[in-house]
């Protein structure tokens, strides 16, 4: 048998909520994500309800969806709302010019946005357009969408079919300012983004929560200086109306380079662990924004916003580069799994992520066929699933006294076996990855402060690591009840095999 990591977990000395927005996702104009992902419009054969697909819908509403973000990314920057709402054959078209270069008809707009979030239980995360768009355009869309009573937007929202306001919690205030969004300086920026958040009104009952356009990856200056720039105006944290409440920050799991990503499906166990270190850097990433963000706000009022990643691999060959569609393998499975272990970890500080992109964009939950349109469930996809109790449980620290197994990949060292737990509703939810590609792992889970009263445990793995789901082949890699489990003197023994995530879920007294 393999020796056991000892990790120890105290179920009554609960940590900081792990918020559920850290399970959000991201939908972009790109590609196939909003038109034949999401949206087939109503004349299509594929079975649909005012044009989004309804399978799309059942399979996500499995996994809980808490927000969605929307129209982008780089395309945010260059959208215009108001070309989306009204009638759909006086919509005027436009050109994509991120992605593809193709044309946007405009027929999936804010309407149908916001029809698609009431559809999955999801609460809208709209990003606002600063790169070329104006101050009085972002303010009226808040106002279109959120005020009651009467004004010039409201009546215009009437005339298009909508009585009520709609309820927005979460506003971006431009992308990646630093690049697609205007190519601006951070001192620039963090001018224009508190001048564009003054105008973004809390309308009736609807209160925003602001999120800053944040550095990209490990750049700690422009968090810096967007830290400063909220500090100048009375305080960070002090929630002075009219500015923004959260950073976001950008970061991609790429393990070659940008020009040559690699391939999502063929991949050496080299390629893999160095993966893995990318993956791993998430951690590092997030404890150097926070310790900057420290600096002016010790009391963590500001949240930091993780509003995109996962893996970027080469898109699949024969398809457009311009729109980024990749297949997700267990190794993807295993990123997702990874990030939800630091998420959980960082739960102080970090209130949303949004994985890049829900469906057939990048690291996808879904993927659909273009010519069949028939839909496939992805590796990350289940683990989302796996994962759904941690939303909004109190994350518990996970002690390992004896270390985690390690291993050297080139000049790093990667931890090959990942664990996180949360409590909420009399369960004790263990999520635990072992990222060796060919030797098993096994946890003894020393469960402390609680009684066990009953375990289910579930397994995601494959014979390969490149294994991943069809419409031939549609459960590949799916999850399985686990049998590599047993209740053990002082706690639960718990077998990993090679690439597995595993589940544990403890009912407690
Ligand atoms: O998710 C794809 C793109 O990646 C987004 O549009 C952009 O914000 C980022 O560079």
Same mark, same amino acid.
């Given at each position: 048998?393999?020796?056991?990591?000892?990790?120890?977990?105290?179920?009554?000395?609960?940590?900081?909520?792990?918020?559920?927005? =850290?399970?959000?996702?991201?939908?972009?104009?790109?590609?196939?994500?909003?038109?034949?992902?999401?949206?087939?419009?109503?004349?299509?054969?594929?079975?649909?309800?005012?044009?989004?697909?309804?399978?799309?819908?059942?399979?996500?509403?499995?996994?809980?969806?808490?927000?969605?973000?929307?129209?982008?990314?780089?395309?945010?920057?260059? &959208?215009?709302?108001?070309?989306?709402?009204?009638?759909?054959?006086?919509?005027?078209?436009?050109?994509?010019?991120?992605?593809?270069?193709?044309?946007?008809?405009?027929?999936?707009?804010?309407?149908?946005?916001?029809?698609?979030?009431?559809?999955?239980?999801?609460?809208? &995360?709209?990003?606002?357009?600063?790169?070329?768009?104006?101050?009085?355009?972002?303010?009226?869309?808040?106002?279109?969408?959120?005020?009651?009573?009467?004004?010039?937007?409201?009546?215009?929202?009437?005339?298009?079919?909508?009585?009520?306001?709609?309820?927005?919690?979460?506003?971006?205030?431009?992308?990646?300012?630093?690049?697609?969004?205007?190519?601006?300086?951070?001192?620039? &920026?963090?001018?224009?983004?508190?001048?564009?958040?003054?105008?973004?009104?809390?309308?009736?009952?609807?209160?925003?929560?602001?999120?800053?356009?944040?550095?990209?990856?490990?750049?700690? =200056?422009?968090?810096?200086?967007?830290?400063?720039?909220?500090?100048?105006?009375?305080?960070?944290?002090?929630?002075?109306?009219?500015?923004?409440?959260?950073?976001? =920050?950008?970061?991609?799991?790429?393990?070659?380079?940008?020009?040559?990503?690699?391939?999502?499906?063929?991949?050496?166990?080299?390629?893999?662990?160095?993966?893995?270190?990318?993956?791993?850097?998430?951690?590092?990433?997030?404890?150097?924004?926070?310790?900057?963000?420290?600096?002016?706000?010790?009391?963590?009022?500001?949240?930091?916003?993780?509003?995109?990643?996962?893996?970027?691999?080469? =898109?699949?060959?024969?398809?457009?580069?311009?729109?980024?569609?990749?297949?997700?393998?267990?190794?993807?499975?295993?990123?997702?799994?990874?990030?939800?272990?630091?998420?959980?970890?960082?739960?102080?500080?970090?209130?949303?992520?949004?994985?890049?992109?829900?469906?057939?964009?990048?690291?996808?939950?879904?993927?659909?066929?273009?010519?069949?349109?028939?839909?496939?469930?992805?590796?990350? &996809?289940?683990?989302?699933?796996?994962?759904?109790?941690?939303?909004?449980?109190?994350?518990?620290?996970?002690?390992?006294?004896?270390?985690?197994?390690?291993?050297?990949?080139?000049?790093?060292?990667?931890?090959?076996?990942?664990?996180?737990?949360?409590?909420?509703?009399?369960?004790?939810?263990?999520?635990?990855?072992?990222?060796?590609?060919?030797?098993?792992?096994?946890?003894?889970?020393?469960?402390?402060?609680?009684?066990?009263?009953?375990?289910?445990?579930?397994?995601?793995?494959?014979?390969?690591?490149?294994?991943?789901?069809?419409?031939?082949?549609?459960?590949?890699?799916?999850?399985?009840?686990?049998?590599?489990?047993?209740?053990?003197?002082?706690?639960?023994?718990?077998?990993?095999?090679?690439?597995?995530?595993?589940?544990?879920?403890?009912?407690?007294?």
């Amino acid at each position: 048998e393999v020796a056991a990591t000892r990790a120890i977990i105290n179920a009554d000395v609960p940590g900081p909520v792990i918020s559920r927005h =850290v399970y959000g996702h991201f939908a972009e104009h790109l590609g196939r994500c909003i038109y034949g992902g999401f949206y087939v419009g109503p004349d299509s054969d594929i079975p649909n309800e005012r044009g989004i697909r309804t399978d799309v819908v059942e399979a996500l509403r499995a996994l809980k969806i808490p927000n969605l973000r929307w129209p982008g990314g780089c395309f945010a920057d260059e &959208y215009h709302w108001m070309d989306g709402i009204g009638p759909k054959v006086e919509r005027p078209a436009m050109v994509n010019t991120h992605w593809g270069n193709v044309e946007e008809n405009n027929h999936f707009g804010t309407h149908e946005f916001m029809d698609l979030c009431e559809m999955l239980g999801a609460e809208p &995360y709209i990003n606002g357009n600063v790169g070329s768009g104006t101050v009085r355009e972002m303010a009226d869309w808040v106002e279109y969408l959120t005020r009651e009573g009467d004004s010039p937007m409201v009546r215009l929202r009437k005339q298009n079919g909508r009585q009520e306001p709609w309820r927005v919690p979460f506003w971006g205030i431009g992308n990646e300012a630093w690049g697609c969004g205007g190519n601006m300086s951070a001192q620039h &920026y963090a001018e224009e983004a508190r001048r564009y958040a003054t105008y973004c009104r809390d309308h009736g009952e609807n209160t925003l929560y602001r999120i800053a356009a944040g550095a990209n990856s490990d750049d700690y =200056v422009w968090t810096e200086t967007l830290m400063k720039a909220l500090n100048e105006l009375g305080g960070c944290g002090r929630d002075p109306r009219g500015i923004y409440q959260a950073i976001s =920050v950008h970061y991609y799991t790429i393990a070659g380079t940008w020009a040559d990503k690699g391939s999502s499906t063929e991949f050496t166990e080299d390629d893999y662990y160095a993966t893995m270190v990318k993956a791993a850097h998430t951690d590092r990433l997030l404890r150097g924004h926070s310790t900057v963000m420290d600096n002016y706000d010790p009391e963590k009022k500001v949240g930091l916003v993780l509003d995109e990643w996962g893996t970027w691999w080469n =898109v699949e060959p024969g398809t457009n580069p311009g729109f980024l569609y990749q297949q997700n393998t267990m190794r993807d499975a295993l990123v997702a799994s990874t990030h939800f272990d630091i998420f959980h970890r960082h739960a102080d500080r970090l209130v949303m992520a949004n994985i890049a992109q829900t469906v057939n964009v990048l690291q996808a939950m879904i993927l659909t066929d273009p010519d069949s349109g028939a839909l496939v469930l992805t590796p990350t &996809y289940h683990v989302f699933e796996m994962n759904a109790g941690h939303q909004d449980a109190q994350s518990l620290r996970v002690d390992v006294p004896g270390g985690l197994p390690q291993r050297a990949v080139n000049e790093e060292t990667l931890a090959t076996v990942s664990v996180s737990a949360s409590r909420k509703d009399g369960k004790v939810l263990v999520s635990l990855s072992n990222l060796d590609a060919v030797e098993p792992a096994a946890v003894h889970l020393d469960l402390r402060g609680c009684t066990v009263s009953g375990v289910e445990s579930r397994i995601l793995t494959a014979p390969n690591l490149a294994e991943h789901n069809t419409p031939e082949a549609p459960a590949a890699v799916a999850p399985q009840v686990h049998e590599g489990l047993r209740v053990d003197e002082g706690g639960l023994h718990v077998e990993l095999p090679a690439h597995s995530f595993v589940t544990v879920s403890v009912t407690v007294d």
